[in-house]
C-alpha cells in the first residue's frame, strides 16, 4: 500500500518546525528517520495532513557532555551514537543500540524519534526511563524540560504538545561501581521484543547495592520501570538465591499484554528469568569494579 496524501515540510531551524506544528496541530507530524512511521503510514495505520521532516535542522543533532549528563540531541543517528565514544559514558544506552532492529535500521534511526515514538517494544525508552533521563520540548511557549516517567503516557502517546517537539535526551552519567545489563527474548535478531530488560546496578565498597534501576520493554502499554525489585535490592548484598525472589517482584510491577507472539502468561515468566538474569549480570560487573 502506499501512504495517504500529504503535504510535505522541510524546514531547516527549530523555529519553523515549531511554527509549522504549532499552526497545523494534530493534523502535523514530525518525521526523523522514519524507520517506525513510514511503515505504518504506508499500511494506512494512521495518516496525517502535513509531515514535517526534520533532517535538515542542523540544531538537532549533537552529543555533548553536560552537567553531569550525555545530552543526545533528538535527530542523532542510532548508528551514530553507536559509535561515539561519548557514549561510552553511558554504558546502558550504549548497550541497548545494537539491539535495535539491523545496522540499516540504526543508520536512518535518530535516537530522539525512537524516543518520541514511544513504542512499549523499544529499548531506548526503557533506557531513558531507567536512568531517569530528562527530555529538552520546546514550543510555541518556550521551552521546558520533562522527566522520562512523566513523558511516556501509553503506547504511542506521550506528554508532547501538539506544537512540541523532542530538542534532545538528557541521560544522567552513572559514577562508581556499576554495572549495567541489557537483555532480550525475541522470535529472530532485529524483531521486536517479546519482552526485554534494562539493568543499572551500583554497589558501595561491601558490595552491596546503593543504588538500582529496572525497566522493562514489552511488558506493558509504556516501557515499566520495576520499582519494588529496586527497593528490595537497595541496602542488600543479594546472593544468587536471592535473585529468584527480585524476578518475582520485578514483573509484579508489570501489565504485559497478550497477543499473536505471546501471551501475557508467557511474558511473565520470561520477564521474571530475564531480570534475575540482568542483576546477577550487572551486580557481577559492579562488583568487579
Known amino acids: 500500500m502506499k501512504p495517504a496524501a500529504f503535504e510535505y515540510h522541510v524546514p531547516e531551524t527549530v523555529a519553523d518546525v515549531v511554527a509549522i506544528v504549532a499552526e497545523h496541530g494534530d493534523e502535523a507530524k514530525v518525521i526523523a528517520g522514519g524507520q517506525s ?10 495518516r496525517f495532513e502535513h509531515l514535517v521532516d526534520l533532517n535538515r535542522v542542523e540544531e538537532l543533532r549533537g552529543i555533548e557532555r553536560s ?6 540531541a533528538a535527530m542523532t543517528r542510532q548508528a551514530a551514537a553507536e559509535r561515539a565514544p561519548e557514549v561510552a559514558a553511558v554504558p546502558l544506552l550504549q548497550r541497548a543500540i545494537p539491539f535495535i532492529g539491523h545496522f540499516q535500521i540504526r543508520n536512518r534511526g535518530t535516537v530522539g524519534g525512537s524516543i518520541a515514538h514511544a513504542d512499549s517494544a523499544s529499548e531506548l525508552p526503557a533506557v531513558t526511563l531507567a536512568l531517569d533521563a530528562e527530555l529538552d520540548l520546546v514550543g510555541r511557549g518556550g521551552e521546558r ?6 513523558f511516556f503516557v501509553g503506547t504511542w502517546t506521550t506528554s508532547l504538545a501538539d506544537d512540541e517537539v523532542l530538542r534532545a535526551v538528557r541521560f544522567p552519567v552513572w559514577e562508581g561501581r556499576c554495572g549495567f545489563s541489557v537483555d532480550e527474548i525475541a522470535r ?13 546496578i551500583e554497589v558501595d565498597a561491601a558490595d552491596s547495592v546503593r543504588r538500582a534501576a529496572i525497566a522493562y520493554f514489552g511488558m506493558g502499554p509504556t516501557p515499566m520501570r520495576a520499582r519494588s525489585a529496586e527497593a528490595a535490592l537497595v541496602g542488600s548484598n ?9 524476578g518475582r517482584l520485578a514483573v509484579a510491577d508489570c501489565s504485559p499484554a497478550a497477543d499473536v507472539h505471546a501471551s501475557a502468561e508467557y511474558r511473565t ?21
Open 37 to 46: 512511521l513510514v511503515p505504518m503510514l504506508s499500511m494506512r495505520l494512521t
Open 67 to 72: 552537567n553531569g549528563d550525555l545530552v543526545v
Open 145 to 150: 524540560r520533562v522527566a522520562a516517567s512523566d
Open 188 to 200: 529472530r535478531s532485529g524483531d521486536f521484543a517479546l519482552a526485554g530488560i534494562v539493568c543499572a
Open 238 to 246: 543479594p546472593s544468587a538465591s536471592d535473585l529468584e525472589e527480585i
Open 269 to 289: 515468566s520470561v520477564g521474571a528469568h530475564l531480570a534475575r538474569r540482568a542483576v546477577e549480570r550487572a551486580l557481577g560487573e559492579a562488583r568487579s569494579g
